[in-house]
Structures are given as structure tokens and as C-alpha cells.
């Protein structure tokens, strides 16, 4: 792709050469109106608009926004770090350096407590009378007790709605899955379990059905290949 | 086994022997570690004696099935890890789930640094650290300890009582030592003096 072309005094070329000109440091960016490209390509792309080129663009100008920002934007007067005495080559190495010994160390210590973890993760302690295995209060504060319960009678407060009773009812889908299978021994595929005027509670409800019945191994579902329709066979019994 | 004489004669021996008995007994309702303090109650006996049995009994087991592990501030009876298979397979247990490479180090930093900001944590990782963060949240291996007075006052980290269990230490000086200058003190000291020279 040429790109889009700019025309200024100081650059003539793609926008594409200008960024890495710019990146190399072969162009001075405070010397080129970026905002004068932009309002251009805004123009001409009026005329004639390609979103691959208007994408490109974008990306480009708001790499060499950032760019200039960077250059106009006065740098703060580097500290000399006090344990830099004698004139190290490079105050900036060196603290990468220190970082990047900080960060083995931790790597390091975390070995040791992964082999820690290994250890305990095979010992096991008699639950409590009553416990489920998990403690549940475990770092949980009487604090974080109260507020979950204020949380609570918040909710409380709010409107109640009337919940409606259940017209349709998953057992009556999964015998109604049963029967059409029943009489389907090459199967049935599965958008046909759904009958073209079921709302979507009825939709809804089939499907728990029919997850209920695979669950139950009463039925199984095959797919041929990967995004295939599903077939839904009912299981001999 | 030796049977019981019938009567037993009085002594510090048998008084002792009588309450190392009593200490394992509820050891085991304990479930958990039980600390010194809730056996001393519970016994009344002096904590030193408490001490001084809990030491005979973790000598006694060192032969069994079991142990007696000295546990985030206490004792625990459990099983010894090289029959976790058994023990996973009667209780129709999945093997427990390791933590992620990002979540042990970053329970590493909150561990030695603690109490920690998530920016500092990020400066020594070099990446973003929330979402691990609310994840040793959610398991309870760490905790908000309050806030840093700083800018911003951001929330500070600490280790809980569950990263204890998790990895089986008795306190936070049973941590692995760290190599090089003990970065356990404050953040961001500067590794100055002592720092390289006096190594290697």
C-alpha cells in the first residue's frame, strides 16, 4: 500500500516514510504540523474514504503525536541518584539493573515456595465437626461481616417483585424431548427441538430440558465436525 | 503394647504421659492448628509444659502416618504428603490447585514487603499486577491491611493466615531467606553501603 501522501513545505512523501523518518530521529517533528495533516486527510478523505487507509493513518498520526508530545514537553532535570558516586556510565542501566536483580530475587524465593506449596498441597487436616472441607470465614473481618449484611437489608428495602408462577416446566419439556426423539431414529437436529412459535421462556426451558436429559444420559449429542448442527439421539436404554 | 496397670501410680512421668495423651486428643477434634494458648486453656496446665509435649508428640509421630506440623501460630494433626494419593482418592478429592507463576510471585512480594502497595508491587514485577491481585483476594492469601498515607492514599497488602496454610509456614519468619540484602525492610531502600561489595 503507497499510503496516503503528504504535501508540506518541510516533507513531501508518504505519511508511512515521515513516522519512520520521524523514528529515526531523521526528522525533527516539532518542525511538522500535525494538525495541519490531519485537517488535510480529513478533507480529502471526504471525497474518497478507505478504512484500511483512514485505520493506517490514525495509527500513524497518533504515533507521531505521541512522538512530538514527548519532545515539546520540557524533561525534568535528572536527579543524580546519591549512591551514584564515582560516575557510572549510566544511572539508567544501572537502576534497570538493580530492578532487574530485585525481580530474580523474587523469581528465586518463589521456587522455594512453590516447592513449599507442592509439600502442603498433599497434607490434609480433619475438617471440623460440620465443616464442609472449606473454610469460608477464612480473612473475612467482623467489618466485612457487617457491611455484606447492611448490603443486604439495602437490597431488602428495594421493590419486590412478584415472581410469576412457572407455566412451563422442564419436566414437561423433557418428556416432550423424549417423545419427539422417540419417534426420530435418525435423530433430531438441534434448532428442530424448538417449534418455531416458542417464546422465549419456553426456549429457555427446553434447553435446561435438554441439558438435564444429556446429563441423565438419556440422550446424547453428536457433532460431526467443529460449528456443525448438533444432532440430538435418545440413548438406548 | 504393654497393658494398663491397674493402679497408676502417682508421678510427673505419668502426669505427663496422661496430658501428651489429652494434647492429641484435641489435636485431632481440632482440626486446624490449634495454638499453645487454646491448649493450656483447655488443659490447664502452664504453657511451657504444653510446649515441652507438643515437641515429645512431634518426635513421636515422626514414624506414623501422620504428623504434627507447626502451623500459621500453631499445631496441626494432618496426614503426611506422600500418601495424599490414598487420602485424594478416598475423599474424592481433585488435586488441588497449584498457583499460577504470576499469583506466586506477586504473593511473594506482598510476603516479603508487606505491607505493600500495588505499585510497588508492579515496579519490582514490571507489569500490571490487579487482576492477580483480586484473584489472592478472593482465596484469602492476602488482605487489605488499610492505607498507605500517601498520595493517593493507595490500599496496602498483607499477607493472611490462609498463606500460611497454603504453604505450610508457621509464621512469616519461616519464609525462605532471600538472597543478597534482605529486601524484607521498608521499599525502595536504596541497596547502597552494604549492597554489592560486601557480597560475593
Redesign the interface.
Known sequence: MAGYTVRLPQFEGSLDLLLSLAQQGQVDLREIPLGQIAEEYLAASRAHFDLDEATEVLWALAAMIEMKSRLLVPKPEVIE???IVDGEPSDLQERLE??A???R??????L???A??????????????G?SGE?IL???TIDDLFRSFQQVLERAREHVGEVAAEEIKVADRMDAILSLLGVSPQGVEFPNLFSPAAGLLEVIVTFLALLELIKQRRVSAQQPKPFATIRLVLVPA | MMTEPEVRPAGPELERDHLKRAVECVL?????PVTPDQLKDTLGVPVELVHEVLLDLVAEYRDRGL?I?ALAGGY???????F?EY?QRF?RLD??E??S?AA??T???V??RQPVTRAEIE????VRCEHVLERLLDR?LI?DLGRKQALGRPILYGT???FL?????RDLDA??P???ND?RSAFGT???QD?EDTQV
Do not use: W
Open positions: 541518584e546519591p549512591l538493580e530492578q536483580q530485585e525481580y530475587t523474587f523469581k528465586e524465593v518463589s522455594a515456595l512453590r513449599l506449596e507442592d509439600y502442603q498441597k498433599k497434607v490434609f487436616a480433619r475438617p471440623k465437626e465443616d473454610v477464612e480473612g473475612v | 485431632l477434634v481440632g482440626g486446624g504428623q506440623q496441626q494433626l494432618c496426614t503426611r504428603p506422600e495424599s487420602v475423599l488435586q488441588r497449584p498457583l507463576q506466586l510471585e504473593l511473594a512480594i510476603a516479603y515496579a519490582v514485577r514490571g484469602h488482605r493472611t493466615e490462609g496454610r497454603h504453604f505450610g509456614l519464609l525462605p532471600l538472597r543478597g529486601p536504596p541497596a547502597s549492597g
